[in-house]
């Protein structure tokens, strides 16, 4: 049995959403908005300029086109500078084991991020070449919830939607893998991704005897 298993990047593979926390913070900060973990975990799997818009909506905010521009690129300035020193080992626990795994039984993987960060990523974590697909930010024109960045990961896997298997530690990702018919797996707290069907606090949670389950039907 052949399954396609998506993951999303940002706090799932990677520990890079503790990056976007604080560069987003920094940036509402610098406005004079407030920027709690609460806020931030709307902003999680949302696009970047989605996420701006958010937090000039929270703190009843207008700017012009140039300075929400400007304010874009600072965002992501900060963000670089955090990962420019990253290696592989930001990778998030047995993750790599994970992807081991599926490689062995010869499951279908892709990547199905928002970031447009996310190749230069993935290199510098040397996952790049884990992937058969990898859909991100620069290929999707509807934002998380909207289903888009999976629907073309399928798509590039040659796998139907209910044959999909989704890694998600964002609300937005999870209601995008519903939405898109996929299973959904949270990865984080269940109490906030309690959309998900099923949800682990990390991969050394996941069993497996669980993944196994999903390649041969028992899991649906
Ligand atoms: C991911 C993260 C978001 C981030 C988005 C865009 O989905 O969870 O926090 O805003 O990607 O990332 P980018 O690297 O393009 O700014
Ligand atoms: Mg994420």
Redesign the pocket.
Known sequence: NKKGFIFDL??VIVDT?KY?FLAWRKLANGLGIDFTHEENEQ??????VR?LEKILEWGGKTLSQDEFTSLMAKK?EE?LSYISTMDASEILPHVSKVLEFLEEKHQAVALG?????ARPILEKVSLLEKFNAIVD?NDVSKAKPDPEVFLIGAKLLNMQPQDCIVFED?VAGVKAANTANMISIGIGEKDVLHEADYVFKDFTEMSQEFVEAIISNKVT
Do not use: I
């Open positions: 940002d706090g959403a976007h902003l999680k799997g949302v696009s970047r996420s992501n963000y991020s928002a970031s447009k960060n930010g964002s």
